[in-house]
């Protein structure tokens, strides 16, 4: 009648296969060589993991061996990492695989050699053989399925990055087929920018709310770029609904103006752009283009926003309240469209008041505001924004 081995013949069994080790790791090693040529993979790591993995792989194959009923062990790490690099340098599933059962076959051959040497019947080694061969399935389940999850991200990767430069290809004025983007460029456009933390998810949200198809693009440094597309043209209601949205703090959102077409396409791309500096100083809802074109052109240049404060807000301080009231009276008159009695009615003073105080500022500036209101409210809604952003625009440089 056949015994299964005893914890005393699996140790000796164990501690005879020890002795051997640098023998079986050099006879490992000279088979895997020999199935691929791992020489000619680029990545050092990857030939260092092959010593590293080797190593775990025969340890786990050891204590199978050695404790046969007991509780499974995890697979080894290495034997992880490895798949993964594997995956990595394009080094075949089949070779991966064919190279830990050439371990398993060597360990094998060993084990039977040294239990016939220690006078073990071999079919009392049945246990022994059927749970080294249950370790190494494992293995073989373990390293495929990590070898798919990497290759599986990978692809994901490649694929991400094929959009980034097929769009980038196409804001340079370049073409790219229609299948990079699986986005149709001959139908309406709104561009929209966005970065900070939570920007990707607050885009999600907003084209939830659309019925338009999304194209976005992360830029892994934040930064999102996006499009909202659909054969027919942009309400005014949506438009509204855009920039309503409430925005997550550290998140800024900014549009363009619908485009159609591939140039409407490249056109309110860069307008978001431009809107994007407005946004980001501190604007809680998502910014149009057309609400801060000219603000946006404006603080994008270092010149320009140091003259305006210089030559239109500097004047106003030399008042004795600072000029504080001269920029309420500016800002109520410009909100209402250059009115006086509607912006003294804005302000609860009386119309004489109003008109006093802008005579006043045509004196300070040295011209009447029908001449430089434009220029004038420009730089009243840089100062603004300059209190919502951490350092005066006119000091960022």
Not at 127 to 154: P, Q
Not at 218 to 247: K, P, T, Y
Request: hydrophobic share 45%; charged share 25%; aromatic share 6%.
């Amino acid at each position: 009648m056949s015994r299964v081995c005893s914890y005393q013949d699996t140790s000796d069994l164990s501690l005879r296969l020890g002795a051997r080790r640098p023998e079986l790791d050099q006879a490992v090693l000279a088979r895997i060589h020999a199935m691929a040529d791992s020489t000619a993979t680029p990545d050092p790591a990857y030939l260092q993991g092959l010593r590293v993995a080797l190593a775990a792989a025969l340890d786990y194959g050891l204590a199978a061996i050695e404790s046969p009923k007991r509780q499974v062990e995890p697979i080894p790490v290495e034997l992880l990492s490895q798949a993964r690099l594997a995956a990595r340098n394009g080094v075949s599933l089949d070779v991966v695989l064919r190279r830990y059962a050439a371990g398993h076959v060597l360990l094998a051959d060993a084990l039977l050699e040294e239990a016939a040497a220690a006078g073990v019947a071999t079919a009392d080694l049945k246990d022994v053989l059927h749970t080294l061969a249950a370790c190494f399935d494992r293995v073989f389940a373990a390293v495929g399925e990590e070898y798919g999850r990497e290759e599986r991200s990978r692809s994901a990767d490649t694929s991400k990055q094929r959009r980034i430069q097929s769009v980038e290809r196409l804001l340079a004025g370049e073409s790219v087929g229609p299948e990079d983007l699986v986005y149709n460029l001959d139908g309406w456009h709104l561009g929209v920018v966005a970065s900070g933390f939570g920007a990707d998810g607050s885009l999600d949200e907003i084209a939830a709310t659309f019925d338009r198809h999304l194209l976005a693009i992360d830029r892994g440094d934040g930064g999102v770029w996006a499009w909202f597309g659909g054969r027919r043209h942009f309400e005014q209601a949506e438009l509204d609904l855009f920039v309503s949205f409430n925005l997550p703090e550290q998140t800024a959102i900014a549009c363009g103006e619908p485009g159609q077409g591939l140039s409407g396409w490249r056109l309110t791309h860069h307008q978001a752009t431009m809107a994007l500096g407005v946004a980001q100083c501190g604007a809680e809802k998502p910014v149009r283009y057309d609400d801060v074109a000219l603000l946006a052109t404006v603080i994008q240049d270092d010149v320009l926003t140091a003259f305006l404060r210089q030559r239109y807000l500097v004047p106003l301080e030399s008042d004795r309240d600072g000029g504080v009231a001269a920029r309420q009276t500016l800002h109520a008159y410009f909100a209402v469209g250059g009115n006086v009695s509607s912006a003294a009615a804005a302000l609860g003073v009386n119309r004489n008041t109003v008109a006093s105080r802008l005579r006043t500022i045509e004196s300070r500036l040295g011209r009447p505001l029908d001449s430089c209101g434009t220029d004038l409210e420009a730089a009243l809604r840089m100062e603004q924004l300059s209190g919502l952003a951490d350092e005066p625009l006119w000091a960022i440089s």
